[in-house]
């Protein structure tokens, strides 16, 4: 391995560390007002949002094919499957609309 | 002196195993794309040792990435640390949410697993009814780091073992588990969900026009969650109370 690229990698982590790292030991957000904190909570419903859409549509080429895996996972988890049943289903439904069409 | 046992047994032992469990869906999807790394890692000219390393420290699929096609276009590497900087500045965000939803740990605990918080364990472990306890983060968080750096290093070998049908179905694995850990959350707390969720996406395509996806599912979610809180407010004038 060559030194430069591993600086070069030490940096990376590094850099992506800090954001992850900061938050989690430097807040003290006990004495920050209700609104804040809500905003905070709610965090993970909008990046999820933001995780699947648009990603989702561009999976392949055909627009179809993320929009069929998206509706098996649906489906399931409407259902109440275990999350390893969604995502295998998924996959399964997909694998089967690509041998076949 | 008993309940030490029952205390460590019940906050770090189980949700552990819990968490390592609830991180095979992720490991599941992170397998095609750790292959996929590692394979055009080799032909950007790494070593497996490099590769691997970059696994190992890094963790972070984007800016994994894409420095690998910014070393395949020449550039240095302080240009391709800021790059990766600017790509996981979002995280920023998660683990400040993380911080809101967790059970309080020691700061070392919170040091150990902020290294795992990638967008696909925060997802699991944030869409969890707070308290979260720690050791549920870290479980997730071991599960998708075993599969991220060993697929990566299967991958520089063998990049293309996977059967082409499953090559192309498992692309759609991290969006089925993001799906299956927001309908939960929509049945359990309705459409409050449904609305921040939308406004994510919605804003997430409107960002993207400007700004890398990094930055774009960043400044999604703050829109998302100011629109909806302002709305809340002043619109509404719903009660704000929690």
Not at chain 2, 38 to 55: C, D, K, P, Q, Y
Not at chain 2, 101 to 110: D, G, H, I, L, T
Not at chain 2, 190 to 207: E, N, P, W
């Amino acid at each position: 391995m060559s030194m430069a690229m591993f600086w070069m990698i030490i940096g990376m982590g590094v850099v992506t560390y800090i954001p992850r790292l900061m938050p989690l030991v430097l807040l003290k957000t006990e004495n920050w007002p209700a609104w804040s904190k809500r905003m905070l909570s709610r965090v993970p419903y909008a990046v999820l949002g933001a995780l699947i859409f648009p990603g989702i549509i561009y999976v392949h080429e055909n627009l179809l094919f993320g929009l069929l895996g998206g509706f098996v996972a649906i489906i399931l988890a409407y259902i109440g499957t275990p999350l390893i049943v969604v995502v295998g289903g998924a996959i399964g439904a997909l694998s089967i609309f690509t041998i076949f069409f | 002196m008993e309940n030490v046992t029952d205390t460590y047994e019940n906050l770090v032992i189980s949700p552990l195993k819990k968490g390592l469990l609830d991180g095979i869906p992720i490991a599941i999807g992170y397998m095609p794309v750790a292959l996929t790394f590692g394979l055009i890692a080799g032909s950007t000219g790494l070593a497996v040792s490099e590769s691997v390393l970059m696994s190992m420290i890094v963790f972070a699929g984007a800016s994994q990435y894409m420095a690998l096609s910014m070393i395949a276009v020449g550039s240095t590497a302080l240009e391709i640390i800021a790059a990766t900087f600017i790509v996981n500045f979002r995280h920023l965000l998660m683990s400040a949410s993380i911080h809101e939803r967790a059970e309080k740990s020691s700061k070392k605990m919170r040091a150990l697993y902020a290294f795992g918080l990638t967008d696909e364990v925060f997802a699991v472990a944030s869409t969890k009814t707070p308290p979260i306890k720690p050791g549920y983060i870290l479980g997730t968080a071991i599960m998708a780091y075993t599969s991220w750096v060993s697929f990566t290093a299967v991958g520089f070998f063998a990049g293309a073992i996977l059967p082409w049908f499953l090559q192309e179905s498992m692309a759609i694995a991290l969006y089925a588990l993001f799906i299956a850990l927001l309908i939960p959350s929509i049945k359990k707390e309705g459409k409050i969900v449904i609305i921040l969720a939308l406004l994510g996406g919605l804003f997430h395509v409107f960002f993207a026009i400007w700004l890398s996806t990094g930055w774009a599912i960043m400044f999604a979610t703050i829109a998302a969650v100011s629109v909806y809180e302002l709305t809340e407010r002043f619109v509404l004038k719903g009660d704000v109370t929690e």
